[in-house]
């Protein structure tokens, strides 16, 4: 079955940087939008950044010019760079695949990595 594995979570000071890392695998459709969510104690869970096949790429507005998501197509691997970390930030950050299988789509989640900023 599918699976997405996450690393680089941690605990960092505000204006610090972090790099978060998904890889999928597990099956063979193509992942057509690959990205990062995240949730953080009593919100809802809000799309942070995501990448589609091609390389278009969309941010919430709260990271624009601080994060940066990029993809390795051939390893099915996405990447969130985080830079000048606050504390708006601390979440639990989720990444999200859609894999299409040509006459359907279907989302999947990874396990979910903190992020905490704090000082």
């Known amino acids: 079955q599918v699976q997405l594995v996450e690393s680089g979570g941690g605990l960092v000071q505000p204006g610090e940087s972090l790099r978060l890392s998904c890889a999928a695998s597990?099956?063979?459709?193509?992942?057509?939008?690959m990205g990062w969510y995240r949730q953080a104690p009593g919100k809802q869970r809000e799309r942070v950044a995501v990448?589609?096949?091609?390389?278009?790429?969309h941010y919430a507005d709260s990271v624009k010019g601080r994060f940066t998501v990029s993809r390795d197509n051939a390893k099915n691997t996405v990447y969130l760079q985080m830079g000048s970390l606050k504390p708006e930030d601390t979440a639990v950050y989720y990444c999200?695949?859609?894999?299409?299988?040509?006459?359907?789509?279907?989302?999947?989640w990874g396990q979910g990595t903190q992020v905490t900023v704090s000082s």
């Open positions: 999200n695949a859609a894999f299409d299988f040509g006459t359907y789509v279907e989302n999947y």
């Open positions: 597990g099956s063979s459709g193509t992942i057509s939008v």
């Open positions: 990448a589609t096949l091609g390389g278009v790429t």
